[in-house]
């Protein structure tokens, strides 16, 4: 971090402009008319500071560049081309030249001297309210914040004077956070409820001070040359409380000419500061009464306020991220809902029923579309795969490549979660003719799927990081759904559940038991079973056919197996699980194993 410097800019033995700003500066005249003389801006990795006049040829538009250093020194770099620059010391630092410099130095231009100097704390009076300031709520009120004010409004014999201060205060605190003028309006509050001459709204960013807002008493008074009080503000953030000044004498300090000054603390809802509501009113003004115990209290309360809008607005925003985050996963009316339960996804052990889909031919689709293509397809495919889980109330926990990977049962517990899980697999199916149709003309096959489900007990919860969210599932339930898809591949059948789903089905569901599986790295013989949609004629000829000769498998009874497939095969010869149990039966009537197995050990994924 950049230690800080202080400056002051004296014309004509008169101070002019005084800061404290954090290294490293560069010095010039102004450049424009957009610039004005005596301030200061960030210009990348330094401040920007105004000098002199556009007309006042003797400082060059970059004059110098001053870089603290260790051990209170100071490296100045001569920007200028020509011109030369003299420090009181009489030493001269010629043109595009440096050197460092013990400090405080003090550089001459003309009828201007610029005094640069580590800073200076200024041991000036100041009193502070006995209470460090309370951290705002998101939802604070108006009336929560204005009940601090009634030891000091009971104190008060004229009541009737504090109804217009109450009601800029409630004005203030009662307007959108989110507003331009909001921060202009809190200033401004401060000049007209204390009698200041200017209010400031200041934020910290990367410990510098940054004001957001500058509103005087009187449109004559220049807002560019008001310096906040940097002795105040380190009492301030280092106390968190509200202070005010009255110094008893004029002194050249970072107050310039100030004789009153006050500051509260702007806190963010972890009770950190973030910034501060300051006024001050210079010698001379035309309402010169001290800042008393009753105008802090007022201030802090518009700090409060300020504070309050802040935290409001983080909450909203955060509350729309939140939301934006959920509805990737969830419905809008869900996600709304579980914004407002800030654990509900912590890990939890739960009964739920997780489904993968799988689209087939994508190797081959890709090659043919080309990237650009790709993505428009599969943006549209899984688009209408994920409705198909939205329309359930499942939850859409990723996407991989050209697969999805869905989940039913959480956050919301559902005790129908498989039943749900299979009416939008179902629903998928349905959908496929309609995406085919759009897509024929460019992919020129038509489009399948491979889905696999499972039910089961999985950690849920956020299964990602604090980097990139994920909400979804954990344990060997989604790892046996991944197999259980890629078991589609070998049973030549589009949707496949295990007896684990299959248990909490009713009748409705047109089902056959298929076989048991053992399935790449999971040592425990699964049974599926075959889902399919609106039941065919010739399904439930084909259930029985085909349950019957898986029957006769499991007994070794291959050739009475072989006879019962051959008969079902000519009236369905698009079955895929018939091929495949018909030829296992042949392989084991040919091979006759010894150690039959009737669990058929899959090859792969």
């Given at each position: 971090m950049a230690s800080?410097?202080?400056?002051?800019?004296?014309?004509?033995?008169?101070?002019?402009?005084?800061?404290?700003?954090?290294?490293?500066?560069?010095?010039?005249?102004?450049?424009?008319?957009?610039?004005?003389?005596?301030?200061?801006?960030?210009?990348?990795?330094?401040?920007?500071?105004?000098?002199?006049?556009?007309?006042?040829?003797?400082?060059?538009?970059?004059?110098?560049?001053?870089?603290?250093?260790?051990?209170?020194?100071?490296?100045?770099?001569?920007?200028?081309?020509?011109?030369?620059?003299?420090?009181?010391?009489?030493?001269?630092?010629?043109?595009?030249?440096s050197a460092d410099v013990a400090m405080p130095v003090v550089l001459i231009f003309g009828t201007k001297a610029v005094r640069i100097q580590q800073p200076v704390e200024e041991d000036l009076p100041m009193e502070g309210l006995a209470e460090a300031t309370i951290a705002p709520a998101a939802d604070m009120d108006v009336s929560g914040i204005l009940s601090g004010l009634k030891p000091a409004i009971g104190a008060s014999a004229d009541v009737e004077a504090m109804v217009p201060w109450m009601r800029v205060t409630m004005e203030v605190l009662n307007s959108a956070a989110g507003s331009q003028d909001f921060f202009a309006r809190a200033a401004?509050?401060?000049?007209?409820?204390?009698?200041?001459?200017?209010?400031?709204?200041?934020?910290?960013?990367?410990?510098?001070?940054?004001?957001?807002?500058?509103?005087?008493?009187?449109?004559?008074?220049?807002?560019?040359?008001?310096?906040?009080?940097?002795?105040?503000?380190?009492?301030?953030?280092?106390?968190?409380?509200?202070?005010?000044?009255?110094?008893?004498?004029?002194?050249?300090?970072?107050?310039?000419?100030?004789?009153?000054?006050?500051?509260?603390?702007?806190?963010?809802?972890?009770?950190?500061?973030?910034?501060?509501?300051?006024?001050?009113?210079?010698?001379?003004?035309?309402?010169t009464r001290p800042i008393t115990k009753l105008d802090a209290m007022l201030v802090e309360l518009l700090a409060s306020g300020v504070a309050a809008g802040l935290a409001r607005v983080e909450h909203e925003q955060a509350a729309v991220r939140a939301r934006v985050q959920l509805e990737q996963f969830f419905t809008?009316?869900?996600?709304?809902?579980?914004?407002?339960?800030?654990?509900?996804?912590?890990?939890?052990?739960?009964?739920?029923?997780?489904?993968?889909?799988?689209?087939?031919?994508?190797?081959?689709?890709?090659?043919?579309?080309?990237?650009?293509?790709?993505?428009?397809?599969?943006?549209?495919?899984?688009?209408?795969?994920?409705?198909?889980?939205?329309?359930?109330?499942?939850?859409?926990?990723?996407?991989?490549?050209?697969?999805?990977?869905?989940?039913f049962g959480a956050p919301v517990d559902y005790p129908d979660h498989a039943q749900r899980a299979c009416r939008a697999a179902l629903a998928m199916l349905e959908s496929l003719p309609k995406m085919q149709e759009r897509w024929l003309h460019a992919t020129h096959e038509r489009m399948g799927v491979g889905i696999g489900i499972n039910s089961g007990t999985a950690r849920v919860g956020n299964v990602g990081s604090a980097i990139k969210y994920k909400y979804g599932p954990l344990g060997n339930t989604v790892n046996l759904a991944s197999r259980v898809q890629g078991a589609s591949k070998y049973l030549k059948a589009t949707l496949l559940i295990t007896e684990a789903t299959h248990a909490h089905l009713d009748p409705s569901f047109a089902t056959r038991r298929l076989c048991q599986v053992r399935v790449v790295n999971i040592e425990k013989p699964v049974t599926l079973y075959e889902m399919v949609g609106?039941?065919?004629?010739?399904?439930?000829?084909?259930?029985?056919?085909?349950e019957e000769a898986l029957d006769h498998f499991e007994k070794k009874e291959f050739l009475r197996c072989a006879h019962l497939l051959g008969k079902l095969l000519p009236e369905h010869p698009l079955d895929g699980p018939t091929q495949a149990l018909l030829s296992r039966a042949v392989t084991c009537l040919l091979e006759e194993p010894k150690d039959f197995d009737p669990v058929w050990k899959l090859p792969g994924k």
């Open positions: 800080s410097l202080q400056i002051r800019i004296h014309d004509q033995r008169q101070l002019v402009y005084s800061s404290e700003l954090a290294g490293p500066l560069e010095l010039g005249r102004q450049s424009d008319t957009a610039e004005t003389p005596y301030t200061h801006k960030r210009e990348g990795d330094h401040w920007r500071v105004v000098i002199a006049r556009q007309d006042e040829s003797f400082v060059s538009r970059k004059t110098i560049r001053v870089e603290p250093l260790p051990d209170g020194k100071v490296r100045l770099g001569n920007l200028s081309g020509k011109l030369a620059v003299r420090l009181e010391s009489g030493f001269e630092l010629k043109p595009e030249s401004m509050a401060v000049v007209d409820l204390v009698g200041l001459d200017a209010g400031q709204v200041l934020l910290r960013n990367n410990d510098e001070w940054q004001s957001q807002t500058i509103q005087t008493r009187r449109a004559s008074q220049t807002q560019s040359d008001r310096q906040a009080s940097r002795q105040v503000l380190r009492k301030v953030h280092k106390e968190k409380r509200t202070f005010w000044q009255v110094p008893t004498g004029p002194a050249e300090s970072s107050l310039v000419d100030v004789n009153a000054v006050v500051a509260a603390p702007i806190l963010n809802r972890h009770g950190d500061i973030i910034g501060a509501l300051y006024g001050d009113r210079a010698l001379g003004g035309l309402n809008p009316s869900l996600a709304r809902a579980l914004a407002a339960r800030p654990d509900w996804d912590k890990g939890k052990e739960l009964e739920v029923t997780v489904l993968v889909c799988d689209i087939r031919g994508f190797s081959r689709v890709t090659e043919r579309l080309g990237p650009t293509g790709t993505m428009e397809w599969i943006n549209d495919v899984l688009g209408d795969l994920s409705n198909c889980v939205l329309s359930q109330e499942g939850v859409l926990v990723d996407y991989v490549g050209d697969e999805l990977m869905a989940m609106p039941q065919p004629p010739e399904w439930l000829e084909l259930k029985r056919g085909y």
